[in-house]
């Protein structure tokens, strides 16, 4: 039984182990989009929705942030405008990406990072879409 008990303890510890020791270091590079979990049936947003499915995100050391997409689309277009230029910073307490800068308080984009199943999950905190990411270096 107390075998038993250790395996199930160290079970849980690796399955959130990324989620309890989130870091500016853990997050630096590049993140590829590697499907989307939730995303809207509305068929007007299926163009923001493509976008993302081709995005890569980044996330320089000196905290500059990027988002890019293979997508022509105009609407995902204007999300990577809004971005240009920005910043980001880890907000440890909620494990969540705050993307933007100090005049804006970091308010453009909210990305909250989870662990589930050894899968890395993006959260988008206005959308709703929730992405399964892939660290690309």
Known sequence: MKNFLIVLFLAS????VFGQSLTEK????KWKVVK???????P????????FENAT???NPNGNFELT?????????M???MTNGTKWKLEKAKQCLLIG???????????FVKETNGKILFNLDETGIIMEMKKME
């Open 13 to 16: 510890l690796s399955s959130s």
């Open 26 to 29: 853990n997050i630096h590079g």
């Open 36 to 42: 989307l979990i939730v995303k809207s049936t509305k």
């Open 44 to 51: 007007e947003l299926a163009p923001l929705f493509k976008g």
């Open 57 to 59: 995100f980044t996330f």
């Open 69 to 77: 997409t293979t997508s022509q689309s105009e609407l995902f277009g």
């Open 79 to 81: 999300i990577t405008e």
């Open 101 to 111: 800068n100090e005049t804006n308080h970091y308010s453009i984009m909210g990305i």
